[in-house]
């Protein structure tokens, strides 16, 4: 894996731990050599994750649509920034740079983002990783919800394996490598998104 693409808050959270959390991440993706690729922002945990990677000396490609570079948001000493017109073409550029996707603690854009390419994942447009950070249990009423809509039968069960959640990074970047994509009918092909 030479890039994996994190989604996070473009705040902070009511506890240190979140940021403490994405600093591990970003030590852990330093140390696999891996770079990282996230939405270019420098708030928050975003911006927590993008410093800790810069400053243990790890490659980081921003990509932000020009409104929210033209805000003063957007990163200014990042190895790469790929500006982008809309929010649509920053998810797919940042899908077609990554080789793996990782939610840290987020909110709405941050749950959009991994779902979307979650789906994709259903979808057979792409076999790469999809994980969750659960830091502090953040995300595990969220998949208890996923077990129920399992049981429900409106997520296949596969797919609902095909989400990698750790609590600790090194652990979630270890099964990222041992990955096995699951067997699904490809509905559609990437050239016609």
Not at 45 to 61: F, H, K, N
Not at 98 to 123: M, R, V
């Amino acid at each position: 894996m030479n890039r994996i693409c994190v989604f996070c808050g473009s705040y902070s959270g009511a506890r240190g731990d979140y940021a403490e959390a994405a600093r591990d991440l970003a030590d852990a993706l330093v140390r696999e050599g891996i770079a990282l690729v996230y939405g270019g922002g420098r708030v928050g945990l975003m911006g927590v994750v993008a410093d800790e990677v810069i400053g243990r000396g790890g490659q980081v490609i921003g990509v932000i649509p020009r409104a929210l570079l033209r805000r003063e948001l957007g990163h200014t000493g990042l190895t790469a920034m790929r500006v982008v017109d809309t929010m649509h073409e920053r998810k797919a550029m940042m899908a077609e740079l990554s080789d793996g996707f990782i939610a840290l603690p987020g909110g709405l854009g941050t749950l959009e983002e991994i779902f979307e390419i979650w789906t994709w994942a259903q979808l057979g447009m792409h076999r790469k990783p999809v994980g969750f950070l659960n830091v502090n249990g953040y995300y595990s009423k969220l998949f208890e919800f996923l077990d129920h809509g399992v049981s429900e039968s409106f997520i296949r069960p596969e797919m609902r394996r095909a989400a990698i959640v750790e609590s600790d990074a090194h652990a979630l970047l270890r099964r990222f490598a041992e990955y096995v994509p699951p067997a699904v009918e490809q509905w559609i092909d990437r050239d016609e998104t």
